[in-house]
């Protein structure tokens, strides 16, 4: 099993930076896709940005050009820098770690942390 822990939310005024960690108690294969979601109070949790094996991002529309997922695999750790910010990125931030079945696209392993909070206001 892995275990997933987040740091590094916190309260941070409109415009503001914050950069989040996610520290894997495992190793992290690098087949992993790790991702950072996010879930507003009385909101479906959301994908805000993942980072392939390959080194490949995706991102939230909403916070292109704003955040930015980085991942060390021999370190086994997944980051995310939120600049920018506003407060509609109020929400609990969680890190995610998916591997993915081969052409199904099937999901074999998906491993959350216990999410940190980041609140956005003056």
């Known amino acids: 099993q892995v275990q997933l822990v987040e740091s590094g939310g916190g309260l941070v005024q409109p415009g503001g930076s914050l950069r989040l960690s996610c520290a894997a108690s495992g190793s992290i294969s690098s087949m992993y896709i790790m991702g950072w979601y996010h879930q507003g109070l009385g909101k479906q949790r959301e994908l805000v940005a993942t980072i392939t094996s390959g080194g490949g991002t995706n991102y939230l529309d909403y916070v292109k050009g704003r955040f930015t997922i980085s991942r060390d695999n021999a370190k086994n750790t997944v980051d995310l820098q939120m600049n920018r910010l506003k407060p509609e990125d109020t929400a609990v931030y969680y890190c995610?770690?998916?591997?993915?079945?081969?052409?199904?696209?099937?999901?074999?392993?998906?491993?959350w942390g216990q999410g940190t909070q980041v609140t956005v206001s003056s």
């Open positions: 995610n770690a998916r591997l993915l079945r081969l052409r199904t696209d099937e999901l074999i392993y998906n491993y």
